[in-house]
């Protein structure tokens, strides 16, 4: 089974690095860009057969490790 979790910095969070990318963007003559955001895409190969175990361990991962719920936030989705 697979997982896909997608981490993005909460709204209100400043993002340097999507500034920087929208800044770019601008100079390379995309003018309309107003904003933009970065985050991260983790893909996990696991051994559960249940998505809805696979899930459930999936976001314990996300909590322990894979996003900083403080100003991040997550998205599971599993296939």
């Known amino acids: 089974m697979k997982a896909r979790v997608t981490v993005m910095l909460k709204t209100g969070v400043l993002d340097p690095q999507g500034e920087a990318v929208r800044h770019a963007l601008g100079a390379l003559g995309f003018d309309g860009v107003e904003g933009v955001r970065q ?41």
């Open 39 to 79: 985050g991260k895409v983790i893909e996990l190969d696991l051994a559960e057969t249940s998505a809805a175990e696979a899930e459930a361990n999936v976001t314990r991962m996300c909590e322990k490790l894979l996003a900083n719920t403080v100003i991040e936030s997550y998205r599971v989705e599993i296939a």
